[in-house]
């Protein structure tokens, strides 16, 4: 504990009516100046159940903060300009956001510029003492849309594969197929909402905030917190076989309704029981005779000595210079109004032309189920037959926007959920057809494996003039034009060949190239430049 002596009296610092207002007052203008984002964080809040805990964020925040109220009375704020250094980078990243109507980048933007706030104002010392609390406000920020897709489809795939374990345990025939469990009489789809996302998210804030709590060396509190990864995939492919047992035995009735929102509670508990245990245990590590209580550091602020000096803080000076450039930020970008994605006139796939060429096609459907996860705006999916009776899958989905969890899935993180498994992926040159920007078009080429069964994939992404194969170089394209041009709409387009037997790959790439070439030049008309 840091204190000020002065004849061997305690001097402590207390925060006056005025320093609060100002407090209060910058928070209100980064507030202001980041509400667009921080309302869809809301929104995430209120409608994703893997972000169900982000209200208790700011509470927790805020209560740990209070609870090192006593250390920091005992120092002097005397401000950083840092603080200012860093704040200006903060709040450019909120007015990109703005400009591109890009939610999570106006996220990130605030939470940098509220812990530079805090760092202008208290100065390094005092800092020190908040600092973690303040970066559990990270906890609250919902994933990019890309990170988050890739993350959900992966752990489908970890969880069904695990939960397919758990039910062979009981002597069960079962099957996987990617992320589809069949019983036989029934099968469980592992979709995104069991992901086990909605456990994960909220286990790692609350390790993280026990792994502050004890006091213990850092490699302990490490475990402490990086465990709470294993452990929520671990258990939430148990409850996932234990569903599959149930169902098996009970019927489907046992992975439907009120029992399995129940078994998810039950899971969540015991993946905090979890983590309890672990610090019991790694308490023993090391001849720490100290009960668990005693090392789990939940205190309450000291009163202050009824002697202590007690002195009026004062603003800071880099405090109000960071106050000068809040105001003129907020008012500038609230001047600027909301920036609202523009969504270009096109035609509807559902005009999209059945017959092309010498190729005659049959519109399929996707179920529900899918367009629940994918979130697309418009699509088109049909079976297309030659002369010869030779079959390609063409599909393409297309996004008004992609904000607030909507974005393209790229076929390489959904085919395994398929069950299939990629031998192969390069990129492809189509001879004969001319991208926009005059370069010639370039696509993803995978070839995939089931069984026995192979297939030809080929895909892009495109954006405008763009015809991308790279998902990364996507996203930053994604912000250039939303900032830009106001755009952020973009459709994934695929083609789709079974091998047949014996058959030449070539054959199928043939195959493939002579469906592209007649539907690429009608493209434009349902995916727009």
């Given at each position: 504990m840091?204190?000020?002596?002065?004849?061997?009296?305690?001097?402590?610092?207390?925060?006056?009516?005025?320093?609060?207002?100002a407090i209060i007052g910058a928070v209100l203008l980064l507030i202001l100046a980041a509400h667009d984002g921080l309302s869809e964080m809301v929104r995430a809040w209120e409608t994703r159940e893997e972000y169900s805990h982000g209200y208790m964020i700011p509470v927790i925040t805020l209560f740990l903060i209070w609870q090192k109220s006593d250390h920091l009375s005992r120092m002097p704020f005397v401000g950083s300009w840092y603080g200012l250094g860093a704040l200006i980078i903060g709040i450019t990243i909120i007015l990109i956001g703005n400009l591109g109507a890009i939610a999570t980048v106006i996220q990130y933007g605030f939470l940098i510029s509220l812990i530079s706030v805090a760092f202008a104002l208290t100065g390094v010392n005092a800092f020190k003492q908040i600092i973690i609390?303040?970066?559990?406000?990270?906890?609250?920020m919902p994933l990019p849309s890309f990170v988050l897709l890739g993350l959900s489809s992966?752990?489908?795939?970890?969880?069904?594969?695990l939960g397919v374990a758990v039910i062979r345990l009981f002597d069960i025939s079962v099957y996987?197929?990617?992320n589809v469990i069949d019983l036989g009489s029934y099968k469980l789809q592992v979709v995104e909402a069991c992901s086990g996302l909605n456990y994960l998210f909220p286990l790692m804030s609350l390790a993280f905030v026990a792994a502050y709590f004890y006091h213990a060396p850092i490699w302990k509190r490490a475990i402490i917190f990086l465990s709470s990864i294993p452990v929520t995939i671990l258990m939430n492919s148990f409850r996932i076989g234990v569903i599959g047992v149930l169902v098996e035995y009970w019927g489907q009735s046992q992975a439907e309704g009120f029992l399995h929102d129940f078994e998810g509670w039950v899971v969540f508990m015991a993946c905090i029981a979890i983590l309890i245990l672990e610090m019991w245990l790694l308490n023993k590590i090391g001849g720490n005779n100290k009960s668990l209580q005693e090392v789990f550091g939940f205190?309450?602020?000291?009163?202050?000595?009824?002697?202590?000096?007690v002195n009026k803080r004062k603003l800071p000076t880099p405090f109000k210079a960071v106050m000068a450039l809040l105001v003129i930020a907020s008012a500038g970008i609230f001047a600027l109004g909301k920036n609202e994605n523009i969504i270009p006139e096109r035609e509807n796939f559902i005009e999209f032309p059945m017959?092309?060429?010498?190729?005659?096609?049959?519109?399929?459907?996707?179920?529900?189920?899918?367009?629940?996860?994918?979130?697309?705006?418009?699509?088109?999916?049909?079976?297309?037959?030659n002369s010869n009776g030779e079959k390609v899958n063409f599909y393409s989905a297309y996004y008004e926007t992609q904000q607030a969890g909507e974005a393209a899935h790229s076929p390489r993180t959904c085919i395994p959920g398929g069950g299939w498994r990629i031998k192969s992926?390069?990129?492809k040159i189509i001879k004969g057809l001319t991208s926009v920007n005059g370069g010639p078009l370039s696509v993803?080429?995978?070839?995939?494996?089931?069984?026995?069964?192979?297939?030809?994939?080929?895909?892009?992404?495109?954006?405008?003039?763009r015809n991308q194969t790279s998902e990364y170089s996507l996203k930053l394209y994604l912000i250039w034009d939303a900032i830009t041009r106001n755009r952020t709409d973009m459709a994934l387009v695929r083609f789709t060949t079974v091998s047949m037997g014996s058959e030449n790959i070539a054959d199928a790439d043939a195959r493939i190239e002579s469906l592209l070439n007649e539907v690429y030049p009608v493209l434009n008309k349902y995916i727009p430049e």
């Amino acid at each position: 504990m840091t204190s000020m002596e002065n004849n061997n009296e305690i001097i402590l610092w207390k925060e006056s009516l005025f320093m609060w207002g100002a407090i209060i007052g910058a928070v209100l203008l980064l507030i202001l100046a980041a509400h667009d984002g921080l309302s869809e964080m809301v929104r995430a809040w209120e409608t994703r159940e893997e972000y169900s805990h982000g209200y208790m964020i700011p509470v927790i925040t805020l209560f740990l903060i209070w609870q090192k109220s006593d250390h920091l009375s005992r120092m002097p704020f005397v401000g950083s300009w840092y603080g200012l250094g860093a704040l200006i980078i903060g709040i450019t990243i909120i007015l990109i956001g703005n400009l591109g109507a890009i939610a999570t980048v106006i996220q990130y933007g605030f939470l940098i510029s509220l812990i530079s706030v805090a760092f202008a104002l208290t100065g390094v010392n005092a800092f020190k003492q908040i600092i973690i609390p303040l970066l559990i406000l990270g906890f609250m920020m919902p994933l990019p849309s890309f990170v988050l897709l890739g993350l959900s489809s992966e752990l489908q795939l970890i969880s069904s594969q695990l939960g397919v374990a758990v039910i062979r345990l009981f002597d069960i025939s079962v099957y996987l197929e990617g992320n589809v469990i069949d019983l036989g009489s029934y099968k469980l789809q592992v979709v995104e909402a069991c992901s086990g996302l909605n456990y994960l998210f909220p286990l790692m804030s609350l390790a993280f905030v026990a792994a502050y709590f004890y006091h213990a060396p850092i490699w302990k509190r490490a475990i402490i917190f990086l465990s709470s990864i294993p452990v929520t995939i671990l258990m939430n492919s148990f409850r996932i076989g234990v569903i599959g047992v149930l169902v098996e035995y009970w019927g489907q009735s046992q992975a439907e309704g009120f029992l399995h929102d129940f078994e998810g509670w039950v899971v969540f508990m015991a993946c905090i029981a979890i983590l309890i245990l672990e610090m019991w245990l790694l308490n023993k590590i090391g001849g720490n005779n100290k009960s668990l209580q005693e090392v789990f550091g939940f205190e309450f602020p000291e009163s202050p000595p009824e002697s202590a000096q007690v002195n009026k803080r004062k603003l800071p000076t880099p405090f109000k210079a960071v106050m000068a450039l809040l105001v003129i930020a907020s008012a500038g970008i609230f001047a600027l109004g909301k920036n609202e994605n523009i969504i270009p006139e096109r035609e509807n796939f559902i005009e999209f032309p059945m017959v092309i060429g010498e190729w005659n096609g049959k519109r399929d459907r996707l179920e529900q189920i899918y367009l629940d996860a994918l979130k697309l705006d418009d699509y088109v999916i049909a079976d297309y037959h030659n002369s010869n009776g030779e079959k390609v899958n063409f599909y393409s989905a297309y996004y008004e926007t992609q904000q607030a969890g909507e974005a393209a899935h790229s076929p390489r993180t959904c085919i395994p959920g398929g069950g299939w498994r990629i031998k192969s992926h390069d990129q492809k040159i189509i001879k004969g057809l001319t991208s926009v920007n005059g370069g010639p078009l370039s696509v993803n080429r995978l070839l995939i494996q089931k069984g026995d069964f192979t297939q030809v994939v080929y895909y892009w992404f495109k954006m405008r003039e763009r015809n991308q194969t790279s998902e990364y170089s996507l996203k930053l394209y994604l912000i250039w034009d939303a900032i830009t041009r106001n755009r952020t709409d973009m459709a994934l387009v695929r083609f789709t060949t079974v091998s047949m037997g014996s058959e030449n790959i070539a054959d199928a790439d043939a195959r493939i190239e002579s469906l592209l070439n007649e539907v690429y030049p009608v493209l434009n008309k349902y995916i727009p430049e």
